[in-house]
C-alpha cells in the first residue's frame, strides 16, 4: 500500500512495518533492473600511467560541468582543466556544423532567457564572481564584487537569470566549517544587467541553493537548510520556499524535520507544480531521494501532501520536459548515472541511455526533441552527447580522451553480484590489469569510495580524490582494481536505511558484506588471487576499510586516508543531534551499544593487517577532530601491528599541495607494494 506523506515530518517511526510499506509497492511502481553498460575496451599505447604523469594533472575541485541550449542546433558549455589547459573554459558549438566558437575562461555559463546574454563564474574558489557578456561578444563585464570570491557552486553560491533577461538573483554564503558561534547567512541579491546595480532581496540564516525564477517574473523558488550541527541546534531542517520579489514575503511550499540536503526544488513550466527530490521513507535523512510534487499555491500546499511519484530508485537532478508532462532525472544505480524520465500522471518510468558514462550534466532543448549530456567515463574521457529525447540518435559532438593516444589503458567492466542477506544485486567496477590475461590471478586492490550514507561512486579515486586514471596507474603494476558500491549508498533501494541502519544500527556490517560479496565473486571467477588483496579507503570509505581491520583478516594491506575510527567518542563530545539519535536509537549515553557496534577503535583488539593512516589538519577541514584514528593506531602499535601514522598538517580533508600529493603517491605504492605479491597465481 502507499504511504500517505505530510508536508512537515514531526516523528519518524523505524519499525519493520515501514520497511514492509517501502518495498511492497504494487506492480506499478516497480522498476525493472537496469541492464549493465558495455565494458570499456583495453588501449594500446607505448607508455602507461605512472606516478609522476598523475602528479601533473589538475587537482581536486567540488565543481562539474555544465550543459544547455542557445537554441534548438546551438549548445554552450563549460569543461574542467586538462593537463594541457589550466583553467575552465566556455565554448559554443553548433551540433550541426560542428563549428566551435571559444568564449573564454568561465564555468557555469547559463543563458538568458531572450538568447541574448551569458552569465558565468569566472575566477578560482576566492576570486570567482559573477559575470556577464553578450552572446555575439567574448567581452565581458564583471557585475558581483563579493568579498572572499564566491566560493564553489552551488553550494556557497548559485544564480538565476529573470524570466525578462533584465536581471540576475544571485545568492552568495561564505563557506562554513562547523562548529561556528556565528553561520554566515545567505544573501540573495537582484542585479539590475544593465546599470550593474545590486539590491540585497534577503538574508537568511540558513543555507541556500537551486535558486530559479517562477514564469511569472515576481517571485523566486529556492531551497533553505538549516543543518543542526552547524547551527547549534538539535534538530535538523529544510524547506521549499519562495519569496516574492516586491514585497519580500516568504512562502512555505514544502517542510522537512530532517536533513533533506539534495531537493533541487524545479518549477513546472505553468508554474504551479514543483518537483523536488526527497527520502520520503526516511525524512530525517537524504538515504535514497524519491520525486515527490507539491503545489506552488500555499494554501493547497499547507492542506495537501506530498504527491510521490517513484519508489526504490535513487534519483539527481530533476528537469521538466516543456509540455509538463514528464520530468527527467537521472538514476543513481552504481558507478553510472543514467538518464530516465517519470510521468507526472503515473509515476512510471522509463531508461533512455545506458552508456557506461558518469552523466555530469544534461539539458533537454526547447523544443523537447534532443538532449544533450556531459560526462566523464572511467577512462577519464569526457564527451558532450546528443541523442533524441528518447535516448536514440545517440552522436557525440566533442570526446576529450583523458591522456594522449600513446597512453596504454586497460578494461574495465562494469559487474554486478549477489549479497547473501540483500535483496537487490549490488553494482561496481572492475578495472582489469594492463594486458590482462583470462584464466591467470592477479593481486587485487579494492578502492572503498568516500561519502557517507547515500553517496555513491564518484570515478575520481581514493588517494588525489580527482581522477579514474589513478586506477589506471595500480593496472599498469599488474594488479586488478574493484571499486565497488555498496547498500548505504541508496542506489539499491531503501532497505539500507529502514533495516541496516535504523533497525539494525550496523551500516558499516552491511556494507562489508556487499564488499566482500563481491570480492569472493572475482575470486569464484577466476580473476583475482585471494591471498594477494589489498583496500585502500578515503573518508567514509576510511571509516569502512578501518572496520575491514576489525572484521577481516583477509587482506594483505589497507590504507586509511583521512576517516575516523569510531563514532561514540565524537558524537558523545558533540552537539545532540535528533538524526544521530534515531540513527543509532537514542544519546550515546543512554545506548552506547549502538555507537560501539561499528567502532574500529573498540573492537581493535585482534587486528594484524599492515595499516598505513594518512591524515589531515581537521582545522583545515579534517574529518577526525577527535583523534580517534591516532587512538586506534596507538592501540594497534601496542599489539605490534606493522603500522604507520603521517599527518599533513597543512592539508584539509583533501591533500592539494604538490609536495604533499607526491609525498602521498609514493607512501601509498611502497605500503601497497611492499606488502603485496604482484606476480599472477
Known sequence: MKTKLFIKFYFITCTLANFTRATSMDNAHQVSEQPLTNPLAAKPGKHIITPDWLLKLPKFSLEHPAISWLDNSNLIYSIPPTESIKKWQMEIINITTGKHKLLGDGSIPKLSPDGKWIAFSRGDEKTNQLWVMEINSTKAKQLSNIKGGLGVYPYSYDFAWSPGSKQIALKHQQMMRAPIKNPPKSVIDIIDITSGVSKQLVSLEAEVRNLSWFPNGKELLFMKQRAGFLYNNYNDYDWVQSINIDNREIKTLAEFDGLQQSLQPTISPDGKLVAFMYDADNPIFNFMPSLGLVSTNPAISKTSPIKRLTYEIKLDSPQWSP???????????????????????????????????????????????????????????????????????????????????????????????????????????????????????????????????????????????????????????????????????????????????????????????????????????????????????????????????????????????????????????????????????????????????????????????????????????????????????????????????VKYQDEGHVVQKPKNLKDLLERSIKWIDSHMKTNKN
Not at 559 to 579: E, F, M, V
Open 323 to 645: 509540455d509538463g508532462q514528464q520530468i527527467y532525472v537521472l538514476r543513481v544505480h552504481g558507478a553510472y548515472k543514467q538518464i530516465y524520465t517519470i510521468d507526472v500522471k503515473t509515476g512510471a518510468a522509463k531508461q533512455k541511455t545506458n552508456a557506461p558514462l558518469n552523466i555530469e550534466n544534461y539539458s533537454l532543448s526547447p523544443n523537447g526533441s534532443q538532449l544533450a549530456l556531459v560526462g566523464q567515463d572511467a577512462q577519464a574521457t569526457r564527451i558532450v552527447r546528443i541523442t533524441s529525447s528518447t535516448g536514440q540518435n545517440v552522436r557525440d559532438i566533442i570526446t576529450i580522451p583523458g591522456v594522449p593516444k600513446d597512453i596504454a589503458l586497460s578494461e574495465i567492466r562494469e559487474i554486478d553480484w549477489k549479497t547473501p542477506d540483500y535483496p537487490v544485486r549490488i553494482r561496481g567496477l572492475l578495472f582489469l590489469p594492463l594486458n590482462y590475461e583470462s584464466g591467470q590471478r592477479y593481486p587485487l586492490i579494492i578502492d572503498i569510495h568516500g561519502g557517507g550514507s547515500g553517496a555513491h561512486i564518484n570515478l575520481k579515486g581514493g588517494l588525489f580524490v580527482s581522477t579514474p586514471l589513478e586506477w589506471q596507474m595500480w593496472t599498469a603494476k599488474g594488479y586488478a582494481v574493484f571499486v565497488p558500491e555498496f547498500r548505504s549508498s541508496g542506489s539499491f533501494g531503501s532497505i539500507a536505511a529502514t533495516r541496516d541502519a535504523v533497525k539494525e544500527h550496523n551500516i558499516l556490517g552491511g556494507d562489508l558484506k556487499d564488499i566482500e560479496a563481491g570480492v569472493d565473486t572475482l575470486i569464484t571467477q577466476g580473476i583475482v588471487n585471494e591471498k594477494n588483496m589489498a583496500i585502500i579507503g578515503h573518508s567514509a570509505g576510511a571509516v569502512r576499510v578501518n572496520w575491514a581491520a576489525v572484521a577481516t583478516h583477509r587482506y594483505r594491506a589497507i590504507i586509511s586516508k583521512d576517516g575516523w575510527a569510531d563514532d561514540y567518542i565524537p558524537i558523545l563530545n558533540w552537539l545532540p543531534s535528533k538524526r544521530t539519535d534515531t540513527l543509532y536509537g537514542g544519546s550515546p549515553k543512554d545506548v552506547p551499544q549502538n555507537y560501539l557496534k561499528n567502532s574500529a577503535l573498540y573492537h581493535s583488539a585482534g587486528v594484524t593487517t599492515p595499516i598505513l593512516f594518512l591524515m589531515n589538519n581537521p582545522k583545515l577541514g579534517g574529518v577526525d577532530a577527535y583523534n580517534t584514528v591516532n587512538i586506534f593506531y596507538q592501540m594497534l602499535k601496542a599489539q605490534k601491528v606493522d603500522t604507520q601514522y
